[in-house]
């Protein structure tokens, strides 16, 4: 993959790797009591169902490409929808 589609890709990874330390940094205020667990929570719950639809996404673009059609037919599903899929 090359080009813009490469550039979409980086992207998305970016923005899961984001999250991720986004992830790790709530946790890691919890444990230094600087949050509550509800407030931990909540946002840890927004961030799962935020990189379930990356990667989501991800896996589209690259099913999309895999069967030579256009990676930018993908779309974001709603949260309600991928966070019932399995790995």
């Not at 550039?7 to 890691?28: P, Y």
């Amino acid at each position: 993959m090359t080009g813009p589609e490469a550039e979409a890709e980086r992207e998305i990874l970016g923005r899961i790797t984001e999250m991720i330390s986004q992830e790790k940094d709530l946790r890691d205020r919890l444990a230094r009591e600087e949050i509550d667990g509800t407030t931990e929570h909540a946002r840890l719950a927004r961030l799962a169902a935020e990189l379930d639809q990356c990667w989501d996404l991800l896996r589209q673009r690259r099913a999309r490409v895999e069967a030579g059609q256009d990676p930018t037919g993908a779309s974001v599903r709603p949260a309600s929808e991928v966070e019932g899929y399995l790995s």
